[in-house]
């Protein structure tokens, strides 16, 4: 083979590589269907000249067909006459007519049996147009799942590399720095200005309270909760002040067990001891005499 042969093909089968990959099947059948349907339309042009031929010939074999009736019946006028030549003379002209009559049916049939044939072969033609065109859907649509399949399987392929899902833990550890920055920064501006003290105050005051007061709730209800002190010190005043004198010894012996006056302390004990009861005494007096 030949250095220019040699060319050639490699030219060609490059040429032919470049159109194979330039070729986009939608495009393709797209415009392979432009060229069926522009097919189409000069089909139906032929067709459409040769039914007006049909219908031409037609006319002219009725034409023919009806002058030759009418000299026939100008022959029969003539013979009625008594005129025998020219009856003669008018039935030549309407076998002349009969003749061509008869050529123009011979055409007129041909031409129909044409047409005939052309109007099956423009629907078949029609017919695969049509059929072309669901196929080009068809083919479009698998087209378009063939390039949808391709592009997950590339994506697929792409997150299959851990590169992708580095940078997102590189980026999740990046966002957390900037958190941890922000609540510093909240926190360092809050004592900075007083609020932190301020907040601890107000979470102070109002947590915990509900739960107390439930408690306390609960154990008053069970008879376990120790009365106060300013309460004690109210019942214990009035009842030294209905027993009198000698009062004092037993509540002091009660006081000293402990049993009848909620638990007080040695030294409330030792401060209700050293408590002077004449003046409630005395007083206790000048309410009997008034």
């Given at each position: 083979m030949g250095i220019f042969s040699r060319l050639?093909?490699?030219?060609?089968?490059?040429?032919n590589d470049l159109i194979t990959k330039a070729e986009d099947p939608e495009k393709m059948l797209s415009q392979v269907l432009l060229e069926m349907q522009q097919q189409l339309v000069e089909a139906k042009k032929a067709v459409a000249v040769a039914i007006a031929d049909e219908k031409k010939l037609q006319k002219q074999y009725v034409s023919e067909t009806d002058k030759s009736k009418e000299w026939e019946r100008k022959a029969m006028v003539a013979v009625r006459a008594g005129d025998d030549g020219l009856a003669r003379?008018?039935?030549?002209?309407?076998q002349e007519h009969e003749t061509i009559a008869t050529q123009f049916q011979?055409?007129?049939?041909?031409?129909?049996q044409a047409v005939e044939k052309l109007k099956d072969a423009l629907r078949l033609l029609n017919n695969k147009i049509e059929e072309a065109k669901r196929k080009k859907n068809i083919l479009i649509a698998r087209k378009k799942r063939a390039e949808a399949q391709q592009q997950i399987a590339n994506t697929m392929q792409g997150l299959g590399d851990t590169?992708?899902?580095?940078?997102?833990d590189r980026m999740a550890e990046r966002i957390q720095l900037m958190e941890a920055e922000a609540e510093a920064g909240?926190?360092?501006?809050g004592e900075l200005s007083g609020d932190t003290l301020e907040s601890k105050f107000h979470a102070l005051e109002a947590g915990g309270g509900s739960e107390d007061d439930a408690l306390s709730d609960l154990k008053a209800k069970m008879g376990l909760l120790e009365a106060p002190k300013g309460d004690n010190a109210k019942q214990l005043g009035a009842g030294v002040a209905g027993t009198g004198t000698s009062g004092k010894t037993e509540d002091t012996s009660n006081l000293?067990?402990?049993?009848?006056?909620?638990?007080?302390t040695a030294e409330d004990l030792k401060e209700l001891e050293d408590l002077d009861l004449s003046e409630l005494e005395g007083s206790g007096k000048e309410a009997k005499k008034a």
């Open positions: 050639g093909t490699l030219i060609k089968s490059n040429l003379q008018a039935l030549a002209r309407k011979q055409q007129w049939i041909s031409q129909k590169s992708a899902f580095d940078t997102f909240a926190e360092l501006a000293g067990t402990g049993s009848s006056l909620g638990g007080l």
